[in-house]
Nanobody, 119 residues
Framework: QVQLVESGGGLVQAGGSLRLSCAASDNIFSIYVMGWYRQAPGQQRNLVAEITSGGTPTYADSVKGRFTISRDNAKNTVYLQMNSLKPEDTAVYYC?????????????WGQGTQVTVSS
């Protein structure tokens, strides 16, 4: 069982920045696809950004050019740098880790961290 611990959420004014971190307990962190998802009240959980084990990122259209996902395999940590924040970015942000072994998918979630952007 992999433990994912998020940190860095909080309250920020529109136009501000936050940096989320997610530390993983697994020493084979480097082989996971790591992602950040978010869920606003009454809405489904959606992908914000993800990064492959090789470091290739993808982003939701709504955050392209504003958010940057990165990973430090030596620290078993993935980051989400969020700039130019908007009120619509307000949500609980969840860290996600995925790997495949023997045709089985292993999927883990963090507990979530609240991000609130005031107008």
């Amino acid at each position: 069982q992999v433990q994912l611990v998020e940190s860095g959420g909080g309250l920020v004014q529109a136009g501000g920045s936050l940096r989320l971190s997610c530390a993983a307990s697994d020493n084979i962190f480097s082989i996971y696809v790591m992602g950040w998802y978010r869920q606003a009240p009454g809405q489904q959980r959606n992908l914000v950004a993800e990064i492959t084990s090789g470091g290739t990122p993808t982003y939701a259209d709504s955050v392209k050019g504003r958010f940057t996902i990165s990973r430090d395999n030596a620290k078993n940590t993935v980051y989400l740098q969020m700039n130019s924040l908007k009120p619509e970015d307000t949500a609980v942000y969840y860290c996600n880790a995925v790997r495949w072994a023997s045709a089985r998918k292993y999927n883990y979630w963090g507990q979530g961290t609240q991000v609130t952007v005031s107008s």
